[in-house]
């Protein structure tokens, strides 16, 4: 994020651009990555709803992608997933 | 009339919380404030109580919230929401201004304990609200602390697991019973385990005129002591072991929405989390059987509720 | 207080200093009171209920379960848009002290009467000014109306300097527990139209709307809280020209001027007494008889305390070679009791400036009796005269 702001740029304790937090990748977080088999996957969404960032996109046609921007590797999706499509590799590796 | 989903395909796309929050890695709590955000419909003001899901996601300069957000203090989460509902009814009254669903999240700290006060008075006056407690079973944010809704036998830093005394002594505070108890018309538990039968709910809630309580279990793996890729397992669990009993109140009428005919043993849901590791030790067996105990009164008394006894 | 000259738009009517500030309430058409009941603030409560029952005042009366939860609910409203109310005493804004420094911080609008009495133990419903005292560092305008006339003129002028754009913080107007809250006077209210014209309705700044979705009360790590304090305190600094100029705004409505510093007999005065609320008129009283026997004495009073007038105080007090503060509440083991302590802050770098002496009075109710007044100038007197104090602190009518 840029330079910290002096107190003459702020006023009431609010922010206004709401959602803002995508700035912040939580990403770094992670030791675990998931990584996905697409010729596995059955769209079933359950990974999507389960992310707690969400760091899961779900597309027009219900197809998933890992936003690994803010990944933070907890693995729920890869336990979670029923058709096993997910696995968690060590992060860096592959 | 409430939208009701069969599948989970059915849910709105639209995300109105934002990734980059500070939520521990395999959080319970944002499938809650997900799936509330679709299912309630039209503009809304969500009120947070200070705690995990209000600190985490709005440190300043981000916010992870796309509607309007207050917070204000700990203990008075259903106050400032009874406020601004007010005052949105006046200004609705007097300058046509519309109307926004309130929406409260608070945690079991800010509902069964400090923040019960400003419920009770909130519910007895029929404020529109629908007030939300994700309860992780402890003061979660300040380090683990035991709570009132804390289970039999678990270990909080305040109630550790020690020589003497093996956990917290007394039983968890019957948080839907003191809802009911108020007069509303709706109130249901939630599990992040079944996330349609959640939607259904949440969207019956926001249909509802008057305030509705919802209680969910939000699993916490830093406070529990378990695999964070094992959250959604370990509330999956707590229904199937009929210790997180699914089930709601409308109108008079209690629907258990999943029947547990023969539950799974109470130590398949302990095993996995440390904070019960210690009850599973034979030295502490009458502990493990008075929460047993528990859980089976509360199910045999929901169950005459629902007339199924 | 300059005698009204302009009665056009005025009505003359009886009213106790509660039923006073809840006819402004009604009159300045709030959208929202959230307020519990406590003695001696009680009638204000229920008249605004009355109003609202009987349809006069089209507002929301949330009928809280506590003074906690009304600030709460307060906060909650004016966030929303809407012009706010409450009112308590003592014990109820000791509970509400934690929402007080939130409803500055969050710049609130909201307008609250104190009907100033003790605080507990042992438990007194009568008047101190421990209350008013307590919030004094929270960030909130404060004034004190010294007759149920300023009561009521005070909570419209409250309204109308909280909502100035330029201030967006929260108002109290102190009145005397149970010596204004209870006591019938006349006074001159302002005609509904006239009202309206003073006090349309609120224009928020940043409220809350689905359309335009902001995050309100953020957690503020060691990287940031520092910089909005130091905001807030900047931004508190400049109500103070909004107040003198909305002072002046209504002596055209109602022919009543209002300045921070009242003052009496100043402009000759060796020594002289500083007062707030009610008593002001009796510390007058005695200061009259005493001029008319030749003394020079002379009496100031605050109707702002919080931003506190320093220089306009520190310019009327000029000459003045002995003060005495009158303090109606007490500090355990501070440099002096609270008002002391401003006065003396204010005066920190002056290289002229009065010997000061604390006097103690009126607590949990006592009357402040004339004699205990001639005590106090006559304190002064000698310490003018031998030119330094020997007891700093006393306390006035006490056994």
């Given amino acids: 994020m840029s330079r910290l702001l002096s107190w003459k740029d702020l006023s009431a304790p609010v922010i206004a651009e709401a959602g803002n937090s995508v700035l912040y990748k939580t990403g770094g977080w992670r030791a675990l990555k998931p990584v996905l088999d697409y010729s596995k996957c059955i769209k079933c969404l359950l990974c999507w709803f389960y992310c707690p960032e969400p760091a899961i996109k779900r597309h027009e046609d219900d197809s998933v992608e890992i936003d690994y921007d803010y990944c933070k590797g907890c693995g729920i999706c890869a336990n979670e997933c029923p058709a096993k499509a997910i696995t968690m590799v060590e992060e860096g590796v592959g | 009339m409430a939208v009701q989903i069969k599948v989970l395909r059915e849910m709105p796309r639209e995300e109105l919380f934002a990734p980059g929050h500070r939520l521990c890695a395999g959080c319970g709590v944002p499938q809650l404030v997900r799936t509330v955000l679709k299912a309630v419909p039209g503009p809304k003001v969500v009120v947070t109580a200070t705690g995990c899901l209000e600190v985490a996601t709005t440190i300043f300069p981000y916010t992870s919230w796309k509607v309007p957000w207050v917070h204000n203090a700990f203990e008075n989460a259903a106050a400032t929401a009874a406020g601004i509902e007010a005052a949105f009814r006046a200004l609705e009254k007097k300058r046509g201004v519309k109307r926004p669903k309130v929406i409260v999240f608070a945690g079991d700290g800010g509902t069964f304990d400090i923040g019960l006060q400003a419920l009770s008075g909130a519910l007895e006056r029929g404020h529109d609200m629908i007030y939300i407690c994700y309860d992780n079973e402890a003061y979660m944010n300040t380090g683990i602390q035991r709570s009132g809704a804390t289970p039999r036998g678990a270990a909080t830093t305040t109630s550790p697991a020690g020589r003497v005394i093996p956990g917290k002594l007394e039983r968890k505070k019957e948080f839907m019973g003191i809802a009911i108890a108020h007069g509303v018309r709706y109130a249901a538990t939630l599990n992040p385990a079944y996330p349609v039968d959640m939607f259904n709910k949440v969207a019956k809630a926001a249909s509802i005129e008057g305030p509705t309580v919802l209680h969910y279990l939000a699993p916490c793996p830093t406070g529990w002591r378990a695999d964070p890729s094992k959250s959604i397992e370990i509330a999956r669990l707590a229904v199937l072991t009929r210790a997180w009993p699914l089930y709601e109140y409308d109108d008079g009428v209690y629907r258990i929405n999943v029947l547990v005919k023969s539950p799974r043993p109470l130590e398949d849901y302990l095993k996995l989390q440390g904070r019960f590791a210690h009850l599973l030790q034979p030295e502490n067996r009458q502990m493990l059987e008075q929460l047993k105990r528990d859980i089976e009164e509360n199910w045999n008394r929901l169950l005459k509720l629902a007339g199924l006894a | ?399």
């Fill in chain 3, 1 to 399: 207080m300059s005698v009204a000259v302009q009665l056009k738009g005025q009505r003359r009517v009886g009213m106790s200093g509660n039923e006073a500030v809840a006819y402004a309430v009604k009159q300045a058409d709030v959208d929202v009171i959230a307020a519990y009941p406590i003695t001696p603030q009680t009638i204000i409560v229920e008249r605004l209920a009355d109003y609202v029952h009987d349809g006069e005042l089209n507002a929301s009366f949330i009928a809280v379960e506590s003074e906690h939860s009304a600030l709460s609910a307060c906060v909650g409203a004016s966030l929303a848009g809407a012009r706010v109310f409450t009112a308590t005493s003592s014990q109820g804004l000791a509970l509400m002290w934690e929402i007080t420094w939130i409803a500055s911080a969050l710049r609130t609008t909201i307008v609250m009467a104190l009907a100033n009495r003790a605080l507990s133990a042992p438990i007194n419903i009568h008047c101190s000014h421990d209350d008013a005292y307590a919030v004094r560092d929270a960030g909130w305008i404060q004034f004190f109306a010294e007759n149920v006339q300023e009561a009521y003129d005070l909570t419209l002028i409250a309204f109308r300097v909280s909502e100035d754009k330029r201030v967006q913080f929260p108002s109290i107007v102190n009145l005397d527990g149970f010596v204004l809250s209870h006591s019938l006077e006349p006074l001159y209210v302002l005609e509904d139209e006239v009202v309206k014209e003073l006090l349309p309705p609120k224009e928020p700044v940043n409220p809350i709307d689905p359309e335009k979705p902001m995050t309100y009360g953020p957690l503020a790590l060691f990287d940031y809280y520092l910089e909005f304090k130091k905001a807030q305190a900047e931004a508190f600094k400049k109500v103070y020209p909004v107040i003198l100029e909305v002072f002046r705004e209504y002596e055209k409505f109602s022919g009543r001027r209002y300045e921070p510093v009242k003052t009496y007999g100043l402009e000759d005065a060796d020594v002289a007494v500083l007062i707030l609320g009610s008593s002001a008129g009796t510390a007058r009283y005695v200061a009259r008889r005493l001029r008319n026997k030749g003394e020079k004495v002379g009496v100031a009073s605050l109707t702002l305390y919080r931003p506190f007038p320093v220089e306009d105080l520190v310019a009327k007090l000029k000459g003045v070679k002995a003060l005495v503060v009158m303090d109606r509440s007490y500090s355990f083991g501070s440099p002096g009791a609270q008002l002391f302590m401003d006065v003396a802050a204010a005066f920190a770098n002056e290289s002229e400036r009065p010997l000061l002496i604390n006097a103690i009075y009126g607590l949990g109710g006592r009357d402040l009796l004339p004699e205990h007044v001639e005590e106090a100038f006559r304190r002064a007197q000698e310490a003018a005269k031998a030119g330094r104090v020997e007891e700093r602190e006393v306390w006035l009518g006490v056994r």
